[in-house]
């Protein structure tokens, strides 16, 4: 079945480093692709998305490409701040299966010190 | 406007007891999906409602049961609880668009934690 694999952490960075999450993804159809993020104590909120390859997706200085030919959609931000210390979790949606049935990785925990 | 409403926050369980939880989605919203989410499993699916109807359900016993509102409003049930349903459980709620865009985006609730002894 359809599953997402996604780099295991912790990851611990220094504010103002590059950050990168690989997530690579197996998928029979054509999903939709996401990164949700989770702060502490809180439900998971939408980052970015994106639809079809080779849409890049980016909110708030995140940014992640659907590579198709790599199956992976790997988040990206130039320069971390401690405000972006939480959990990063990538998933799909299968175009052909239920709407609500996101398949979710791992997480990543991220840490990152001042 | 109000985001995923779920209540308890938190709640203590002893085995074997049955378990309520409840879901208010944003306004407007028709679909509701619940999640368990453990350290050891990650987050899994348990089940998605649709006007008032189960659409799709994951993996789990069955156990565990919901239901939808003619309001969309959801609660989920868990029976007979044992020592590993402790867990976050969370609501998310969307728009229900044409099923070919894929790009269905949720919105989750804060959880509610449950914790089994």
């Known amino acids: 079945g359809d599953s997402v694999t996604q780099m295991e952490g912790p990851v611990t960075l220094s504010e103002e480093a590059f950050l990168t999450i690989n997530c690579t993804y197996t998928a029979t159809g054509y999903p939709s692709l996401f990164w949700y993020v989770q702060y502490p104590g809180e439900g998971l909120q939408l980052l970015l998305k994106?639809?079809?390859?080779?849409d890049k997706g980016s909110n708030k200085g995140f940014e992640a490409t659907y590579r198709k030919e790599t199956t992976s959609f790997h988040l990206e931000k130039g320069s971390v701040q401690v405000s972006d210390s939480a959990v990063y979790f990538c998933a799909l949606s299968d175009r052909g299966g239920s709407q609500g049935n996101l398949i979710f990785g791992k997480g990543t925990k991220l840490s990152v010190k001042p | 406007k109000a985001g995923v409403t779920q209540t308890p926050r938190y709640l203590i369980k002893t085995r074997g007891q049955q378990v309520t939880l409840s879901c208010s989605p944003i306004?407007?919203?028709?679909?509701v999906s619940w999640y368990q989410q453990t350290p050891g499993q990650g987050l899994q699916f348990l089940f998605e409602?649709?006007?008032?109807?189960?659409?799709n359900k994951g993996n789990f016993p069955g156990r565990f049961s919901g239901r939808q509102f003619s309001n969309s409003r959801s609660e989920m049930n868990v029976s007979t609880l044992e020592l590993g349903d402790s867990a976050l459980y969370l609501c998310a709620s969307s728009l229900v668009g044409q099923r070919s865009s894929g790009a269905n985006v949720l919105t989750f609730g804060a959880g509610s934690r449950l914790t089994v002894l």
């Open positions: 409602y649709f006007s008032e109807t189960q659409r």
């Open positions: 306004s407007g919203h028709r679909s």
């Open positions: 994106a639809t079809k390859a080779d």
